[in-house]
């Protein structure tokens, strides 16, 4: 069955720093998607991505926060300056839409930020 | 915000019939009623979707109220590796202006399968 991965498992980072999450979607998807998850708190929207451009982003996904897809197989997601707030797990998405709608999203495992 | 509502949790014996409810009372003509589960904090995981008649596929059952303001998750027999949190969402399946496809999770049901 394909999959959605995402590398690193797990990023430690300082306050300040800058941070790329990896992901690799499933291959013949075109809408990507990031969501996080604060440790104990519901999985949140942050942004998706359609034919090199954001197509949506929520109210966390601030200039701090962009997207890339520097190729035709990564997927990537980078916090400029790291606050102690964005310690949380981030999911890659990808998904298919078809004449019969969207199809079912797949989320990669996470990556686990900890900002110290 | 979710635009749906689940009991925060419930436990079911292994080996039986789990029934997850959810209301979804404002829902539109254009929205189906998708259900992920979240194990442990890995990814969420697609179980079923349906827009009003009931769906079955290998992981689950989905049963939808005629008026569609409430449907079902039923995993017929349940088993120590389906504690979760199970979400319901409903989302609106085709691309109209504005729809990116994004899935709003609320706080899900939190179910416990017990031997």
């Known amino acids: 069955e394909p999959e959605v991965t995402q590398t690193p498992s797990h990023q430690v980072t300082q306050m300040g720093q800058e941070v790329i999450l990896r992901c690799v979607p499933i291959s013949n998807h075109l809408y990507f998607y990031w969501y996080r998850q604060i440790l104990g708190q519901k999985v949140e929207f942050l942004v998706s991505?359609?034919?090199?451009?954001?197509?949506?982003k929520s109210e966390i996904f601030d200039d701090q926060f962009s997207v890339e897809r520097p190729d035709g197989s990564n997927f990537t997601l980078k916090i400029r300056s790291t606050k102690l707030e964005d310690s949380a797990m981030y999911f890659c998405a990808s998904s298919e839409y078809g004449t019969g709608g969207w199809y079912e999203q797949y989320f990669g495992p996470g990556t686990r930020l900890t900002v110290t | 915000d979710a635009k749906t509502t689940q009991p925060t949790s419930m436990d079911c014996a292994e080996g039986r019939a789990a029934n997850l409810p959810c209301n979804h009372s404002?829902?539109?003509?254009?929205?189906?009623v998708y259900w992920y589960r979240q194990i442990h904090s890995q990814g969420p995981q697609y179980i079923i979707h349906g827009l009003k008649n009931n769906e079955t596929n290998e992981m689950a059952s989905l049963i939808i109220t005629e008026d569609r303001k409430s449907s079902t998750l039923i995993l017929p027999h349940a088993t120590l590796r389906d504690t979760a949190v199970y979400y319901c969402?409903?989302?609106?399946?085709?691309?109209?202006?504005?729809?990116?496809?994004?899935?709003?999770f609320g706080q899900g049901t939190t179910l416990q399968v017990k031997p």
């Open positions: 991505f359609y034919n090199n451009e954001i197509s949506e």
């Open positions: 969402i409903v989302r609106e399946l085709l691309l109209p202006s504005g729809n990116t496809g994004k899935l709003i």
């Open positions: 404002t829902i539109s003509g254009n929205e189906y």
